[in-house]
């Protein structure tokens, strides 16, 4: 105790915790909060919005099927880019974690590699690949197995290609993460009980790297459905996703009050998967992952 003050003073944990809070509340509730009243003002014309309060503008979203498609599709989208990097991402990071190379560190410090080069160059970079004299179609010409070039660029697979490329590391970082939390000894012991390698994975690796899959597949998944950059560059306008539509509302339209009623949407359902995870597996594993 010093000067009335317990090492478990609630006093003590609110004085502590205080400026966490107060930057939360300045840099995350309260700009939603300002969002959310946003989508009750009245759109008069384009950069000019009314303070009187209507339900107009979530009418509108509620009735026109232009903005449930664009919505289903995001999801759809966000979902395909997440169970590929759930495929793709578990074999590698499996490999770094059975692995028996002495300098574990240095496989995943390749992995992180490519966060050290900008997200926006990264994306573009797909341009030269997948365009009409990107490499791939440059290829196939030479070798004859094509005679015009192969519409691979600005489709929703591209869009797809260039969000694996993004998010796969995440996927291995949150597996492998799940994966260095099991006790070795459980697998000696499948294994001494007659368990053969396959068997051992199947009934104890698998099960126990579960949570860690979990969270790779939420965090590409959102990280997907809320992408505004990679469907700009690589994506036509029918392969645009939620993030382009809002961006187009706001700064096309100028139609805030609308661009934030879509905001908003996107928030609560991105907002309602997580919040789905969160009651059955939690977010440690998330953390665990991101500062694995």
């Known amino acids: 105790m010093t000067k009335g003050w317990t090492l478990y003073d609630s006093r003590l944990a609110w004085t502590l915790v205080a400026p966490v809070l107060l930057l939360l509340v300045f840099f995350l509730v309260l700009p939603i909060a300002v969002m959310a009243v946003y989508t009750f003002f009245t759109f008069v014309t384009a950069g000019v919005e009314a303070t009187t309060l209507t339900l107009a503008n979530w009418q509108e979203f509620f009735t026109d099927?232009?903005?449930?498609?664009?919505l289903f599709k995001t999801l759809r989208v966000g979902?395909?880019?997440?169970?590929?990097?759930g495929v793709l991402g578990y074999f590698p990071a499996y490999f770094i974690w059975a692995t028996t190379f002495k300098h574990k560190w240095l496989l995943l410090l390749l992995l992180i590699v490519p966060f050290w080069i900008s997200f926006t160059i990264r994306t573009f970079s797909w341009i030269h690949i997948l365009g009409e004299q990107g490499i791939i179609n440059v290829t196939l010409l030479q070798l004859g197995l094509i005679h015009?070039?192969?519409?691979?660029?600005?489709t929703e697979g591209a869009v797809i290609m260039g969000l694996l490329h993004f998010l796969l590391p995440y996927m291995i970082l949150n597996v492998y993460v799940s994966l260095e939390s099991i006790d070795r000894t459980l697998i000696a012991a499948a294994r001494s009980m007659g368990c053969t390698s396959a068997q051992a994975f199947r009934e104890v690796t698998l099960p126990l790297s579960l949570p860690g899959l979990g969270a790779g597949l939420l965090l590409c998944f959102v990280l997907a459905a809320g992408s505004y950059v990679t469907p700009q560059l690589l994506g036509s306008g029918r392969d645009a996703l939620f993030g382009n539509l809002i961006y187009d509302t706001i700064m096309g339209q100028l139609n805030w009050p609308m661009g934030a009623t879509l905001s908003i949407v996107l928030f609560v359902v991105l907002g309602c998967f997580a919040a789905v995870y969160t009651r059955y597996m939690g977010m440690s594993q998330i953390v665990k992952g991101l500062s694995g």
Do not use: D, K, N, R
């Open 79 to 85: 979902a395909v880019t997440a169970l590929i990097c």
């Open 148 to 154: 015009e070039p192969l519409q691979m660029l600005y």
């Open 65 to 70: 099927s232009y903005y449930h498609g664009f």
